[in-house]
């Protein structure tokens, strides 16, 4: 049972690269959500998708689109990457809403660095 | 606006001290409280949930958290740390319109062997 995965681990991006970050569920959950975690500032909700097809903006949206055209798939694509990018990148699904009664299952993340 | 408030951003304490983490939120409305726990170079995992009911939940690893309802807070409890129980841990709080997990700035935990 392989949970939440993202992929990659590990990133170095140049200032204005594009590229997207995968994240996959097995669980057939329908809440999606990508979240970015740095120092201090604890997890900033990016964007997030109660189904296929819907997808909102979180708190922190700006640079990131998402997608979700299948119920396990919610990739993040960062369109013009840039220094204040860096952070560690984190998908979580469950199956109703992120703060509903069913907790998040998290992914082991994809730490950035962008140059 | 919902939002969620951790007082202490370092805590260090030695092994079999007791512990207590401070959560304060603020929303108005019905909500859903959880406490998730980062260990080093790990994802979060959920410690515990409140929902409804006893306002004291048990956790998994001996933690405990209470929630009073007049203070707006959940703080997190544990009579005796082990040094396996540094780590990141984050208050959270579910609920609102959107249904939306919003996160504490986060608490961490060195336990001195």
């Known amino acids: 049972n392989a949970g939440v995965t993202q992929t990659p681990k590990f990133q170095v991006l140049k200032t204005g690269q594009s590229m997207t970050l995968q994240c996959a569920q097995d669980?057939?959950?329908?809440?999606m959500s990508w979240y970015r975690q740095d120092p201090g500032m604890g997890l900033r909700l990016i964007h997030y998708?109660?189904?296929?097809?819907?997808?909102d903006q979180g708190e922190v949206p700006n640079g990131y689109n998402v997608s979700r055209s299948t119920t396990e798939d919610f990739p993040l694509r960062l369109l013009s990457a840039a220094p204040s990018q860096t952070s560690v990148y984190f998908c979580?699904?469950?199956?109703?809403?992120?703060?509903?009664?069913?907790?998040?299952?998290f992914g082991n993340g994809t730490r950035l660095t962008v140059t | 606006a919902q939002s969620v408030s951790q007082h202490n951003h370092h805590v260090i304490l030695s092994e079999a001290a007791s512990l207590e983490l401070g959560c304060n939120y603020s929303?108005?409305?019905?909500?859903?409280l959880f406490w998730y726990v980062q260990y080093p170079g790990q994802h979060l995992q959920l410690l515990l949930k409140?929902?409804?009911?006893?306002?004291l939940v048990k956790g998994i690893k001996g933690f405990e958290a209470e929630f009073i309802k007049s203070k707006f807070s959940f703080n997190l409890r544990k009579p005796s740390v082990q040094w396996s129980d540094t780590a990141e841990y984050f208050c959270?709080?579910?609920?609102?319109?959107?249904?939306?997990?919003?996160f504490g700035k986060g608490t961490k935990l060195s336990v001195k062997p």
């Open positions: 998708s109660v189904g296929a097809g819907i997808t």
């Open positions: 929303y108005g409305g019905t909500v859903n």
């Open positions: 979580a699904s469950s199956y109703s809403t992120g703060g509903g009664r069913s907790p998040l299952h």
């Open positions: 409140y929902f409804s009911g006893d306002p």
């Open positions: 669980m057939n959950h329908e809440y």
């Open positions: 959270a709080l579910g609920g609102g319109s959107q249904g939306n997990l919003i």
